[in-house]
């Protein structure tokens, strides 16, 4: 199968720290944009952050700015987001997937090859 698989969600406490982990499984995620997205029970999957190929340019939803930080190592094949002071409101589960190369980068109909998630969840 072709996706990406996240790992590093968890049980936190408000004010903790997470950091997410995107691994590639049977693709390439160089040379693609990437994103971030959660999705909480009840509610739709949203965007959460996103990167460019060489890592120069991010991009956050205004939830998040200031407290979260993609980004990535192309020579692992591996995109990242670092969550800080974190937030009961942030539980949800996370996922990355590749930007197809149209669209709006903060639509998730612009992004394929989506991974099972990782849950996060934090406590208050």
């Known amino acids: 199968q072709v996706h990406a698989g996240e790992s590093g969600g968890g049980l936190v406490q408000a004010g903790d720290s997470l950091r997410l982990s995107c691994a590639a499984s049977g693709l390439t995620f160089t040379g693609y944009y990437m994103g971030w997205f959660r999705q909480a029970p009840g509610k739709e999957r949203e965007f959460v952050a996103g990167?460019?190929?060489?890592?120069?340019?991010?991009y956050y939803a205004d939830s998040v700015k200031g407290r979260f930080t993609i980004s990535r190592d192309n020579a692992k094949n591996l995109v990242y987001l670092q969550m800080n002071s974190l937030k009961p409101e942030d539980t949800a589960v996370y996922y990355c997937?590749?930007?197809?190369?149209?669209?709006?980068?903060?639509?998730?109909?612009?992004?394929?090859?989506w991974g099972q998630g990782t849950q996060v969840t934090v406590s208050s």
């Open positions: 990167i460019s190929p060489n890592g120069g340019i991010t």
């Open positions: 997937a590749r930007y197809i190369g149209s669209g709006s980068y903060y639509n998730r109909e612009s992004y394929s090859y």
